[in-house]
C-alpha cells in the first residue's frame, strides 16, 4: 500500500480488477473486492469494508480482515455505528478516535476493543437510492483527512453505480456505462495533473492537491475539473467511455 493515496492508482487498481468485476460481478464477489480495492487505494487504512443494506438490515458484506468484520457486525447488532449513520443520512462519516467519540458509545467502546481506532465512512449511492456504505479502518487514530475523503468517495461513486448494477438480480452482469465513464475519467485526471505539473512547477503529489483544491472550490467533481484543466468539455469523458 502507498503510503500516499494518489488518484492514478485508483483506475490502476480498477484496471486490474476490470476483467473480474465484469465476467464475475455477483453482488457478494463485487463487495468482496472492492473492500480490498479500498484498502489498497487508502493510505494509512488497515482495513476495509463495503456493506449492502436494505431497509437498515445489511444483506451483503464484504470485508478485509476479521477485525473489521467484527466491527461491523456490531453495529448491526446495536443498530448505531458510522456505516449505519453514513447509509442513513447519505453523508460522509469521519471517526477520528473511536476511544473519545460519544457518537455510538456501545459501538465505539467495541471497536475500540477490537483495534480499530478510527475509520471513514461514506455512501454507497446510484441516483437517489442509497445502497450502503464502503469504510476503512485504521488501527491508529486520526487516520484519515481530507484527500482520504476525496479519493473514497470517488471510489464509491463508481462502486454505486456497479452495484446498483448488479444488486437487481445477484447474477453476472456486463459492468454499466456510468464505471465505463468513471474509468476514463481516471485518464483525464492523470492528464489534468501533468498540466499542473508543468504549468506550476508542482510534484505529483501537490499537482493532485492543487486538483482536489480547485474542485472543491468550483463545486464539481475532480473529472469534471480535470476535464476543464485539459481543455475539453466535461461531457467528453461521457462520449468517449460511449
Known amino acids: 500500500m502507498s503510503s500516499t ?26 463487495v468482496d473486492a472492492l473492500a480490498e480495492i479500498a484498502r489498497d487505494v487508502i493510505a494509512h487504512a488497515d482495513g476495509a469494508g463495503v456493506s449492502l443494506i436494505r431497509d437498515g438490515r445489511r444483506i451483503s458484506v464484504g470485508s478485509t480482515d476479521a477485525r473489521v468484520l467484527k466491527a461491523d457486525n456490531q ?3 446495536l443498530g448505531e455505528g458510522p456505516c449505519l ?20 458509545t456501545r ?21 437517489a437510492e442509497t445502497l450502503g456504505a464502503m469504510k476503512v479502518y485504521s488501527r491508529s487514530p486520526r487516520s484519515f483527512g481530507i484527500l482520504d475523503l476525496r479519493l473514497l468517495t470517488n471510489l464509491a461513486t463508481s462502486a454505486g453505480a456497479l452495484l446498483g448494477h448488479v444488486q437487481a438480480a445477484d447474477t ?16 483525464t485526471i492523470s492528464i489534468a495533473r501533468g498540466i499542473l505539473m508543468e504549468r506550476h512547477g508542482l510534484d505529483r503529489e501537490a499537482a493532485l492537491e492543487r486538483l482536489v483544491s480547485l474542485s472543491h472550490a468550483a463545486q464539481t467533481s475532480i473529472s469534471d475539473t480535470a476535464a476543464t484543466i485539459e481543455g475539453r468539455s466535461p461531457d467528453d469523458n461521457a462520449t468517449a467511455a460511449s
Open 75 to 77: 453495529q448491526y447488532l
Open 172 to 187: 453476472p452482469q456486463r459492468i454499466s456505462a456510468a464505471v465505463e465513464a468513471s474509468l476514463d475519467g481516471r485518464d
Open 107 to 127: 459501538w465505539a467502546s467495541i471497536a475500540a476493543d477490537a483495534g480499530v481506532r478510527s475509520c471513514l465512512s461514506v455512501p454507497l449511492t446510484r441516483g
Open 5 to 30: 493515496p494518489r488518484i492514478d492508482e485508483l483506475g490502476v487498481i480498477f484496471g486490474r480488477t476490470h476483467g473480474f468485476l465484469l465476467s464475475d460481478a455477483t453482488a457478494q464477489a463485487a
Open 85 to 104: 449513520s453514513a447509509w442513513a443520512t447519505t453523508t460522509a462519516i469521519v471517526v477520528d478516535d473511536a476511544t473519545t467519540d460519544r457518537r455510538w
